[in-house]
């Protein structure tokens, strides 16, 4: 099981910016995708960004244009910078990894934008 710990959460006024980071570990095999999820209180867990093993990245519509994801593969690290921050970004963001082990997800990092 890959193990995947994310960093880089916390308070940010609006329009400020954030940037998290999730490192995978115990990786036996290949990741073939990293991506971010969050989960806003009351609601169900959404896609932010996805990025593959060849750079194609997806990006949820309400984040385009203001966050990016990037992969680093060989140090099977994702990031996910986050500018022009709106309190409705506000949520418990989980990093998610699909390698040839499965698919695992983080324990959250915190985002709370204040306005």
């Known amino acids: 099981q890959v193990q995947l710990v994310e960093s880089g959460g916390g308070l940010v006024q609006a329009g400020g910016s954030l940037r998290l980071s999730c490192a995978a570990s115990r990786v036996i095999g290949v990741i073939y995708r990293m991506a971010w999820y969050r989960q806003a209180p009351g609601k169900q867990r959404e896609l932010v960004a996805s990025?593959?093993?060849?750079?194609?990245?997806n990006y949820a519509d309400s984040v385009k244009g203001r966050f990016a994801i990037s992969m680093e593969s060989a140090k099977n690290t994702v990031y996910l910078q986050m500018i022009s921050l709106k309190p409705e970004d506000t949520a418990v963001y989980y990093c998610?990894?699909?390698?040839?082990?499965?698919?695992?997800w983080g324990q959250g990092t915190q985002v709370t934008v204040s306005s």
């Open positions: 990025i593959t093993r060849g750079n194609n990245a």
């Open positions: 998610n990894a699909e390698s040839t082990s499965g698919n695992d």
